[in-house]
C-alpha cells in the first residue's frame, strides 16, 4: 500500500448507470466511502442494490459513469483490486464433493496473505463442521462459509451482499460481532441488507435505493431526522377515526384497525392526547409510542409506487 | 502471486474436485480404459496393416480419451457456471485465464494417465511396440487434448443447463467414436462417408497418434489389407503434416468460438 493510494477513497462511484439490454438497473447515482466506513445500501428488490455492488467487485463495467476501487478501475484492474477486497455474493456456489476445510484449504492455494484455515473457520464458528461435506451444510451454514472465504486475505475492502440471510438470530448476531471486528481492525465495509435493524446497528452511513436511483442517503440519524416519533392506538370504543383529535397539528390516520400520528416531538403530543381522554373519561390502553425507524423510511418508499411492482433481485 | 501460482491452485482444486466426484472419475478416466479391455483385448492375436490390431485399437481409444474429457469438461464447465462457481472463482484475485488453465491442466494430465494405461496395457500386454516417435506422439496428444478442452470450453456456452449438457456432449461422443476410425478403419466406411469423417475433429489426431506409435503411413489401411509403409522419423513427420494442420485449424476455430460463447454466470431469467 504505497501512500498515494491512501489518499482515494476506498470506493468513489459517479453518476453510475448499468443497464441490461432495455432495462436500466441502476440509474445515474454518486457516492463515495471513506476508508474504515460501513456503508449500507438498502432497497426493495429490483432496486437496484445487487447490480450496484456487482459493478462494484468488478463483474460488470458501468453503461456509463465511473467507478473507482482505491483509486483503480475494478473492472480493467481487477486481479489487482480484488488482492485487497473480499466479495460475499448474495449467492455463490460452491463445489458440493468437498469438504469444509478442504474448501478454504484450496481457496488459500490461490489467496496471497491467506489466513491460517484453523483461524478463519472460528472466525465464522465452523471449527466443528469442518470435515463435513460443503453439500452437506445448512443454509446458515453456508453462508457462514461464504464469510470465511470472503475475509480469507483480509480484505481492506469487504463486500457483503445480504450476508445475514437465512441465517438464524444467533449465527446472525455472531455475524454482526464479526463485522464490528473487522471494522475495528480498520477494514471499509459495504454492505446490502433485507434487516433494517442491521443497517441501523452496523451502519455508519446508509443509502437507500429505490428504483434505479438513491432515494436518501446519509447517517441513519440524518436519514431518520425530520421523521419524528409515532404514536399509535386502538381506536377507543365508540369512536372513529374522524372523532380524534389532531396532536400538534397532524391528523391520524389508520393502519391495521390502529390510530396512527407522526409527530415532530412525543411529549407535547401524549400530555395533549391524554388531556383529550380524561376529558372523555377514557382509557388508552395499547398506546406505542416508538422514534422513527428506518423501516419506516423504507415503507414510505414502498407505498409511493404501490401496488408494490415483483422484480428479480438484481 | 504469480500468475503460475494461481494456475496451480485452480490446478489442485479441479484434480481433487475431478476425483471426488464418481460421474467425471467414470466418464473421464475409466470409460476408455474399460473400453481397451473389451473392444481391443480380444484382438490381440489380429494383425491390421502390419500392426498389431489390440495395439491398434489401443491407440484409437487413447484418441477417444480425449473425447470422453471433452465430455466431462463440458458438463464441469456447465456445472461450475449454473452452481455459480464460476461467478464466485471469478470474484478472487485468480485471473480469468489461470481458472480455466487449472481445470484444463487437471483434465490434461489425467489424460496422460490414460495414455500410460493404454499404452502400457498395449505394450505389456497385447505385445505392440514401444511408440515409434514419442515427441510426434505427445505433441499430437497435446493439441488434440487442447482442441477437445477449448470446444468443451465453447460448448458450454451454449448449453443451457447441467441436464442438457449430455444432450450436447453426446452426438460429438457418438460420431467421434464410430467415425473417426477409433475401432476400426475409416477406409471400411462406404464411399459417402469417407469425406465428412475425414474432416471430423477426432480423425487427424487418431490418425497421428498411430502413426506416431507405430511409425507407418495410416489413413488407407483396411482389416483385409496388407501391411502399410514403414516410415522413418523424418517421413512419419511429413505423413501426419494434412492430420497437424486440419488439427490446427479445428483448434483456431474451437478458440474463436470458445472467445464468442463463454459465459460466467446463467442466463439472467
Redesign the interface.
Known amino acids: 500500500m504505497t501512500p498515494l493510494s491512501e489518499k482515494f477513497p476506498a470506493v468513489e462511484v459517479v453518476d453510475l448507470r448499468r443497464s ?1 439490454g432495455d432495462y436500466e438497473a441502476v440509474r445515474g447515482i454518486s457516492f463515495s466511502i471513506a476508508r474504515g466506513e460501513l456503508f449500507a445500501l438498502l432497497g426493495t428488490n429490483g432496486a437496484g442494490k445487487t447490480t450496484t455492488l456487482e459493478v462494484l ?1 468488478g ?1 460488470h463495467p458501468p453503461t456509463s459513469g465511473r467507478v473507482r476501487i482505491f483509486g483503480l478501475d475494478p473492472f480493467t484492474a ?2 489487482k483490486v ?2 485487497r477486497t473480499g ?1 460475499m ?1 448474495q ?5 458440493k ?2 469438504t469444509v476445510k ?1 474448501t478454504v484449504d ?2 488459500r ?4 496473505r491467506a489466513r491460517p484455515t484453523a483461524e478463519v473457520l472460528a472466525k465464522v464458528a465452523l471449527e466443528a463442521r469442518a470435515g463435513t461435506r460443503v453439500g452437506q451444510l445448512s443454509g446458515g451454514e453456508r453462508r457462514r462459509l461464504d464469510l470465511a ?1 470472503a475475509v480469507l ?1 483480509e480484505p481492506e475492502l469487504l463486500f457483503l451482499d445480504e450476508p445475514t440471510t437465512g441465517m438464524d438470530p444467533e449465527a446472525r448476531r455472531a455475524t454482526w460481532r464479526l463485522v464490528e471486528e473487522l471494522r475495528a481492525d480498520g477494514t471499509t465495509v459495504v454492505l446490502t441488507t433485507h434487516y433494517l435493524e442491521e443497517a441501523q446497528q452496523l451502519a455508519d452511513r446508509v443509502a437507500i435505493m429505490d428504483r434505479g436511483v438513491i432515494a436518501a442517503a446519509g447517517t441513519v440519524a440524518e436519514v431518520l431526522s425530520g421523521r419524528g416519533d409515532l404514536i399509535s392506538l386502538p381506536l377507543p370504543p365508540g369512536h372513529e377515526l374522524a372523532a380524534l383529535p389532531e396532536l400538534l397539528g397532524a391528523a391520524p390516520s389508520l393502519a391495521d384497525g390502529r390510530a396512527v400520528y407522526r409527530v415532530p416531538r412525543s411529549a407535547p403530543a401524549l400530555a395533549a392526547l391524554h388531556a383529550w381522554a380524561a376529558s372523555r373519561h377514557l382509557e388508552l390502553d395499547g398506546l406505542e409510542v416508538r422514534s422513527g425507524s428506518l423501516e419506516d423510511v423504507f415503507l414510505d418508499l414502498a407505498d409511493r409506487h404501490s401496488p408494490t411492482p415483483t422484480g ?1 433481485s ?1 | ?1 504469480s500468475w503460475f ?2 494456475a ?3 490446478f ?2 479441479s484434480w ?2 475431478f476425483w ?2 464418481r460421474r467425471s472419475t467414470f466418464i473421464g478416466f475409466l470409460l476408455p480404459v474399460l473400453l481397451n479391455l473389451v473392444i481391443a483385448a480380444p484382438l490381440r492375436d489380429k494383425e491390421i496393416g502390419g500392426v498389431n490390431a489390440a495395439g491398434y485399437v489401443a491407440v484409437g481409444l487413447l484418441g477417444l480419451a480425449l473425447v470422453t474429457s471433452f465430455v466431462n469438461l463440458l458438463g464441469g464447465v456447465v456445472a ?1 457456471r449454473e ?3 464460476l ?2 472463482l ?6 480469468p485465464s ?1 481458472v480455466f488453465a487449472g481445470q484444463l491442466g487437471a483434465g490434461g494430465v489425467v489424460v496422460l494417465i490414460q495414455a500410460l494405461v493404454l499404452g502400457g496395457v498395449a505394450v505389456v500386454w497385447f505385445g505392440a511396440p514401444l511408440p515409434a516417435d514419442p515427441a510426434l506422439l505427445l505433441l499430437v496428444l497435446l493439441g488434440g487434448y487442447l482442441l477437445f478442452s477449448v470446444l468443451a470450453v465453447a460448448l458450454s456456452g451454449v448449453t443451457p443447463s447441467t441436464e442438457s449438457a449430455p444432450l450436447v456432449a453426446t452426438p460429438v461422443l457418438v460420431l467421434c467414436m464410430f467415425g473417426a476410425g477409433v475401432f476400426t478403419p475409416v477406409a471400411g466406411l462406404p464411399d459417402w462417408l469417407r469425406g465428412p469423417s475425414g474432416a471430423l475433429p477426432l480423425s487427424p489426431v487418431v490418425r497421428g497418434l498411430r502413426t506416431a506409435w507405430f511409425g507407418r503411413e495410416f489413413g488407407a489401411e483396411t482389416w483385409a489389407g496388407g501391411p502399410l509403409r514403414e516410415l522413418d522419423l523424418l517421413h512419419g513427420w511429413t505423413s501426419a503434416g494434412p492430420s497437424l494442420l486440419l488439427l490446427a485449424v479445428w483448434l483456431a476455430a474451437a478458440a474463436a468460438l470458445s472467445r464468442r460463447l463463454l459465459r460466467w454466470e446463467p442466463r ?2
Not at chain 1, 449467492?91 to 463445489?95: A, I, S, V
Open positions: 441490461y467487485e463483474y481487477g486481479s480484488r488482492r466479495v455474493l449467492e455463490g456456489g460452491f463445489f464433493e468437498l478442504e484450496c481457496w492455494a490461490f489467496t496471497s472465504l486475505n428479480a438484481r | 502471486m501460482t494461481y496451480k491452485g485452480q489442485a482444486l481433487k474436485v471426488r466426484n461450475r452452481e455459480l462457481v461467478k464466485r471469478r470474484g478472487t484475485e485468480c485471473p489461470a439472467r431469467g
